[in-house]
Structure formats: structure tokens, C-alpha cells
């Protein structure tokens, strides 16, 4: 090594110096063949526990209600019945509405706290900004003590009146202080101060850097918090139990938790209505709940594949030369 390095003409001795540490380091971090193997192992069997118990949940909706109760749970269907899905399709108006009630919800309230988010912690970001640890303080306050559900609920309802309005799963998702701290964190080391620096000296205004400069720097970051925001209001099924009595405003989750509920009421009485008891046995029970999560959880697989690309693109943005 020390040969080839020496037969480079021009190179002082502090070139050469640095030219052999790069290469012992690269030496001193290259993974061998076994190894890589065994890591390869490794990732496979995570990547197995992870998909297992979807294609478990998949092949349970799909199996008859009768064989769940006799056999259990199976990877592959004895007996293949579509009976889970018509029950839980019976109202096919209903799944639909909440499915667009869901999707308004979760695409507008994740840009609008994405948004929200963004505009607080860069501030908080900037050394220049001289009220920025009051703020800051204010946020991480609010992550040890709240006012409690009471306070919370009468502020949406008797301050807010937003009850049975759109607007009241949208607004409990709009801030949360956990993702402002690591939005912050992000921008003080991706965005150096020289960018900022030399955008204002070409006379871009704080709007234009923020709009032109810091956020396309920091897609890694939005799309992280994105996905966040994106699983929270997918999921959200409280924020409707508390304020959304009009049914034509459930959104997928807890339109799917009432028939969860409904269902486990059913069984429950199954045995103590006399001659009804045998059509209330008949009630796919496991195999409706399993159905239900399938349709619950398809779009949002796809959101995965999406961010995916940000993470990946965005990972060596924010670099400065010089």
C-alpha cells in the first residue's frame, strides 16, 4: 500500500498520511463473507416475523368461521370462506363513506400538521431567533403536563364547538411536541447557517428560504414525520368515539370498532335468547374481526412505498462545500 501510494507524484507527506488512514479504515469496515451472510439471515428472519402475522390475519379472514373454532388459527385455509367479508360488506354505502371520510382526514391533517409543525421548529432551529428557548420550553412543557381529559374535551366543545364537525379529528393530531423537537434537531444540522447566510445576502426574504431552501433540504425529516401523521389519523378511532355522535362523519377505524363492538355484544347474548340463539352463532366472529383489519389496513401499505423514496433521496441532501 505504502508502494503504490509512494509512486503517486505531487503527494506531500501529509497527503500520503491521509491517504493511508482512509484505507485502513475502508480495510477495518469491510464485512466478510460469513458475516454478510449471517446479517443476510438475520434480515430475512425479521422481514418474516414482520410479514407473518399480516398473511396469518389474511388467512383467517378467509377461512370458514366453523373450522376457526374447531382447528384455530392456520397460514392455510382448510376450508376457504368469503362469509367475513359479506358480513362486515353488508353495508357497502357505509365502508365506502368512511373510507372517504378517513382519506379527507388523513391527507389533510397530515399536511396541515406537517405544516404547522415545520413553520414552529424552524424558528426554534435559528440561533439568530432570541426567544427560542422560551419556546422551547413552552413545547417541552407540554410533553411532561397536560390539563387532563376534561379541560381537553370542553375546549373542543364549549370553546372550539367543533363537535360532530370534521374538524374534530383533524385538530388533536394538528401539534404534537415530540416530532417539533426532532423537526428542530433536523434543521440545526442539515440546514448550515452559511445557506441562510448567503440566500439572504442575494436578498431572499425568511418566507423565501424557508419555502425555497430549507424545506426541499429536508425531506428526509418531512417524510419521516409525514408517515408519522399519516399512521396517526389512519388509525385515530378516539378522537370520533369523544366528539362524532352523526354517522355519516365515522371514519374507517371506529365505524370498524362498532362493529367489533356489535359483534362481541351478539355472542355474548348468544346463549340467553332462546331461539335465536343458533342464528347468532352462525355470526363469523374471529374470522369478520380479521376481515375488518384487512380492509382497515390496506391503503396505508402503500404509504410505506411512498415515503420510502424520500428517505432515500433525501439522506445525502444537506451538505454545504466549502
Not at 41 to 64: E, G, R, W, Y
Not at 66 to 83: A, E, F, H, N, T
Not at 122 to 136: A, I
Amino acid at each position: 500500500m505504502s508502494q503504490n501510494i509512494s509512486r503517486i507524484e505531487g503527494l506531500t507527506k501529509s497527503q500520503e498520511r491521509y491517504i493511508k488512514r482512509n484505507e485502513s479504515l475502508a480495510d477495518a469496515t469491510k464485512i466478510s463473507k460469513r458475516a454478510d451472510i449471517v446479517i443476510h439471515i438475520i434480515m430475512i428472519l425479521l422481514a418474516f416475523a414482520c410479514i407473518f402475522p399480516l398473511l396469518l390475519v389474511l388467512a383467517v379472514s378467509l377461512t370458514d368461521e366453523k373450522v376457526i373454532s374447531s382447528m384455530g388459527y392456520r397460514l392455510i385455509p382448510s376450508k376457504l370462506s368469503l362469509d367475513a367479508y359479506s358480513y362486515v360488506l353488508k353495508d357497502a354505502s357505509d365502508i365506502l363513506r368512511a373510507y372517504g371520510v378517513t382519506l379527507f382526514i388523513t391527507v389533510v391533517g397530515s399536511l396541515s400538521s406537517l405544516l404547522v409543525i415545520a413553520l414552529y421548529a424552524y424558528p426554534l432551529s435559528r440561533r439568530d431567533f432570541k426567544h427560542r428557548r422560551l419556546f422551547t420550553f413552552l413545547v417541552f412543557f407540554t410533553m411532561l403536563f397536560n390539563g387532563g381529559l376534561v379541560p381537553w374535551y370542553m375546549v373542543y366543545v364549549n370553546v372550539l364547538h367543533i363537535k360532530n364537525t370534521i374538524f374534530a379529528m383533524i385538530l388533536p393530531g394538528l401539534f404534537t411536541p415530540l416530532y417539533v423537537l426532532v423537526m428542530r434537531t433536523f434543521f440545526s444540522q442539515a440546514v448550515h447557517p452559511g445557506l441562510i447566510e448567503a440566500a439572504k445576502i442575494d436578498g431572499a426574504s425568511e418566507f423565501r428560504i424557508f419555502w425555497q431552501i430549507v424545506l426541499p433540504l429536508s425531506k428526509p425529516a418531512l417524510a419521516t414525520i409525514g408517515l408519522f401523521n399519516v399512521l396517526f389519523y389512519w388509525n385515530d378511532w378516539y378522537s370520533p368515539l369523544l366528539f362524532i355522535t352523526d354517522e355519516k362523519l365515522f371514519n374507517l377505524q371506529y365505524l370498524m370498532y362498532r362493529v367489533d363492538r356489535s359483534i362481541t355484544y351478539l355472542v355474548s347474548q348468544s346463549n340467553s335468547l332462546g331461539n335465536v340463539s343458533q342464528l347468532l352463532s352462525n355470526i363469523p366472529s374471529q374470522t369478520a374481526r380479521m376481515a375488518m383489519a384487512i380492509i382497515a389496513i390496506g391503503p396505508i401499505i402503500f404509504a410505506y412505498q411512498y415515503f420510502q423514496k424520500y428517505f432515500i433521496a433525501g439522506l445525502t441532501i444537506g451538505g454545504i462545500k466549502g
